[in-house]
């Protein structure tokens, strides 16, 4: 069971049957992504990115209306929908898991209003919620509920600069769920950490038997990694590194010792992020079925530089998993037909977009 965030707030018709375009708002661009359907086939038919000027978005907050309404007219520009779905920065959500007696199952909103304020720093007026049941077939007394929770204010901004622009958003959606919806296949019950590198900071995911039950960010991402790159020497300007990041460089064919050592602090903090994650998943799920390595199932990177040369050897120092690359074509079409013209590297950048999109063809389809 799911419960929309705009349920509260205005009516919306159904909409499951209008192409939608998926739009997340970043602090230095916005992107968006549409889906082609033809003759039950699927496929990416536009997407793009529009750059922002700095001081326009700060981790969720407008701070310059107009300006954010002129670059999301040029996205509305670019794309067939008015409709769209649009994604909260994972700065102003926050996600938890709560017990709720089987009892209450018929009223677990009001059941779950009482909470609401012990687990998040907003009062429950100001506060927007909507929940999934994790373990509906569980004998047990109480069942686990899965919250997400997100300010109006938040979303009451955002309304207003999307309608002044002409788009329409008939969702707002959790970064890190649509980060998942895009990476993870569906009915993978797997135990997986998503690492996503975005402009100036970093999301981390983590998803046990299908549900995120955790995420955070850290406040680096690949500008960081791009000005650390430049201190090197490298590369003659910083667009030289943009295109570095789109070709397949081996470790040695880049790397002195030197310019290795000045990217092991960015590294070290990933690995770390991502050791706090897979222990937090083992202590808190000690039922979980895990690998046979005693660790999570995979750990799935994303961003454009994720495949930076070093950056998955560094992070499996401690977990001795599955590191690999999102392959987020996958879950939209078969690959071996696909027409899309995103390339792999592009798709990388693209995660929360396309996982946007694919929970409207989800829910069409469920």
């Not at 529009?50 to 907050?61: E, F, M, N, S, T």
């Not at 018929?106 to 007026?125: G, Q, S, W, Y």
């Not at 007394?141 to 300010?151: A, I, P, R």
């Not at 600069?161 to 797997?190: C, H, R, T, W």
């Amino acid at each position: 069971m799911k419960v929309n965030f705009l349920k509260k707030l205005l009516y919306i018709p159904n909409y499951l049957s209008l192409p939608v375009a998926g739009i997340e708002v970043c602090n230095k661009s916005i992107k968006y992504i549409e889906f082609l359907d033809y003759k039950g086939n699927t496929s990416i038919k536009k997407f793009g990115e529009i750059v922002l000027a700095p001081d326009i978005v700060k981790d969720g907050d407008i701070l310059n209306r107009n300006a954010l309404v002129k670059a999301l007219t040029e996205v509305k520009k670019n794309i067939s929908s008015d409709f769209v779905k649009v994604s909260i920065p994972e700065e102003k959500t926050y996600i938890f898991d709560v017990l709720i007696p089987r009892e209450a199952k018929d009223h677990i909103r009001d059941a779950l209003e009482f909470r609401i304020e012990e687990n998040v720093p907003l009062k429950l007026e100001e506060s927007c919620f909507e929940y999934e049941i994790v373990d509906e077939d569980s004998c047990e007394k109480d069942m686990v509920v899965n919250v997400s929770v997100v300010s109006k204010r938040v979303i009451a901004d955002f309304s207003e600069a999307f309608d002044q622009a002409g788009l329409y958003p008939v969702s707002y959606e959790i970064e890190s769920k649509m980060i998942a919806n895009s990476v993870i296949g569906k009915g993978d019950k797997k135990s997986t950490i998503i690492l996503n590198i975005k402009d100036d900071s970093t999301t981390l995911v983590a998803v046990v038997d299908g549900f995120v039950r955790l995420s955070s960010s850290v406040s680096i991402g690949e500008n960081t990694i791009v000005d650390t790159l430049f201190k090197t020497g490298l590369f003659k300007n910083r667009a030289e590194i943009g295109k570095f990041f789109e070709n397949d460089f081996s470790f040695e064919t880049i790397y002195t010792k030197e310019s290795y050592l000045s990217l092991v602090n960015i590294f070290s903090i990933y690995k770390d992020e991502v050791e706090k994650f897979n222990e937090y998943i083992l202590n808190k799920f000690p039922g979980i079925k895990l690998s046979p390595r005693g660790s999570v199932d995979k750990i799935v990177l994303c961003g454009k530089s994720s495949s930076l040369p070093g950056l998955t050897k560094h992070i499996n120092q401690n977990i001795k998993t599955d590191i690999v690359l999102a392959n987020t074509i996958s879950n939209v079409c078969d690959v071996n037909e696909c027409t899309s013209n995103i390339k792999f590297q592009d798709s990388l950048n693209f995660v929360t977009p396309i996982g946007l999109v694919l929970a409207s063809y989800r829910q069409a389809n469920a």
